[in-house]
Structure formats: structure tokens, C-alpha cells
């Protein structure tokens, strides 16, 4: 099963994940590890960037499902995603969207927060809403979520609760489904 937890910068996709993927046992890809890696080569947004970074995004998944893993995939959409890589990620079978949003005041607030510097993320107020108001954040067009949870409304662990829950749902589901054929 993959699971793509996504949302804007600040909601929380990297803190609900580990949650997610401690309560669970799935593998967590956090999307800043990747885009670590590839801007140790290659600038932001370049294209040998976004083609490395999606090539790893995709590698990774084909590696966790090679090996049995159920993984959780933390995803920022941006306009550097190409558009293949959604249908790509989709081919690949069990693909679940799970979408975090926050108000935009909570949002500001956590984007300053420290605990973001170890990974390089965005810690500018100012350049979130230049990048927001640019339009950065609307591509590429994520399909519906099948469960959408509201950060600002609950904490990490409460969040994370109600994912694990649903996954096992899913989970049970699929089983379910198995042994009737």
C-alpha cells in the first residue's frame, strides 16, 4: 500500500508521518530526504533536479513494495512536480491520498517554527506567500483526497490516530477482498 500524505509547507506532513508510520509499521520516504539528496547536486527546481528528485520519489516506492513494505510518502505539491509523476506513482498499484490542511494563520506560525531548519524547509512568512501568491502551490492539481484532516484543529498525535485507523480500515478491506477469489 502507498500512501501519499500531502499538503502545503507547515502542515505538518513529516510530524503526522512518523506518527503514522510508528503506529503502523509502514516505511516513511519524508519528502525532504529526497530533496535533500538531490540539491547536494543540483539547484532547486533545475531540471536534472526535478527529474532526479522524481526518479528517487518513484525508485524508492518500487524498492518498499519489491520488499513487502507498505510505505507513506510525505508530498508537497509544487510547481516543480512534473505532471507524469502523479500517474506515474499511481501505476504503481494501492495508491492512497491523504491531504493535510491547516488555516493559513496556522500555517505562518508553524513555517518559522525551528524544528524545520534540520531538513532545509521553507522558513519564511515572506517567501511562502510570495510562492503562494505566484501560484507555486496550485500544480500539480491533486486528485481527491480520500480523507482530509485539518492540523489546526487537532494535535499530531490525534491526526496520526485517526490515518492509522483509516489504514487499517483499508487494510482489512483489501484482506477482505483477497479471500473472496
Same mark, same amino acid.
Given at each position: 500500500? @502507498? @500512501?501519499?500524505?500531502?499538503?502545503?509547507? *507547515?502542515?505538518?506532513?513529516?510530524?503526522?508521518?512518523?506518527?503514522?508510520?510508528?503506529?503502523? *509499521?509502514?516505511?516513511?520516504?519524508?519528502?525532504?530526504?529526497?530533496?535533500?539528496?538531490?540539491?547536494?547536486? !543540483?539547484? !532547486?527546481?533545475?531540471?536534472? !533536479?526535478?527529474?532526479?528528485?522524481?526518479?528517487?520519489?518513484?525508485?524508492?516506492?518500487?524498492?518498499?513494495?519489491?520488499?513487502?513494505?507498505?510505505?507513506?510518502?510525505?508530498?508537497?505539491?509544487?510547481?516543480?512536480?512534473?505532471?507524469? !509523476?502523479?500517474?506515474?506513482?499511481?501505476?504503481?498499484?494501492?495508491?492512497?491520498?491523504?491531504?493535510?490542511?491547516?488555516?493559513? $494563520?496556522?500555517?505562518?506560525?508553524?513555517?518559522?517554527? $525551528?524544528?524545520?531548519?534540520?531538513?532545509?524547509?521553507?522558513?519564511?512568512?515572506?517567501?511562502?506567500?510570495?510562492?503562494?501568491?505566484?501560484?507555486?502551490? $496550485?500544480?500539480?492539481?491533486?486528485?481527491?483526497?480520500?480523507?482530509?484532516? $485539518?492540523? *489546526?484543529?487537532?494535535?499530531?498525535?490525534?491526526?496520526?490516530?485517526?490515518?492509522?485507523?483509516?489504514?487499517?480500515?483499508?487494510?482489512?478491506?483489501?484482506?477482505?477482498?483477497?479471500?473472496?477469489?
Amino acid at each position: 500500500m @502507498i @500512501i501519499l500524505l500531502f499538503g502545503r509547507p *507547515g502542515t505538518g506532513k513529516y510530524t503526522i508521518g512518523s506518527l503514522v508510520a510508528q503506529a503502523t *509499521g509502514f516505511r516513511l520516504i519524508h519528502n525532504h530526504a529526497v530533496v535533500d539528496l538531490v540539491t547536494a547536486l !543540483f539547484s !532547486f527546481g533545475s531540471a536534472p !533536479f526535478i527529474e532526479l528528485r522524481e526518479r528517487l520519489w518513484l525508485m524508492l516506492v518500487d524498492a518498499a513494495i519489491e520488499a513487502g513494505e507498505d510505505v507513506i510518502l510525505t508530498f508537497a505539491p509544487e510547481a516543480t512536480v512534473t505532471d507524469g !509523476f502523479l500517474p506515474a506513482l499511481a501505476s504503481r498499484g494501492g495508491l492512497h491520498l491523504i491531504e493535510l490542511r491547516c488555516s493559513r $494563520d496556522a500555517l505562518e506560525q508553524r513555517i518559522t517554527n $525551528d524544528s524545520r531548519k534540520k531538513f532545509g524547509k521553507l522558513q519564511s512568512v515572506e517567501l511562502y506567500r510570495e510562492l503562494d501568491g505566484a501560484g507555486v502551490f $496550485d500544480t500539480p492539481v491533486m486528485p481527491e483526497a480520500e480523507l482530509v484532516i $485539518d492540523t *489546526g484543529q487537532m494535535s499530531a498525535e490525534e491526526a496520526a490516530d485517526i490515518i492509522a485507523k483509516r489504514l487499517s480500515e483499508i487494510s482489512d478491506r483489501a484482506t477482505s477482498t483477497k479471500r473472496r477469489f
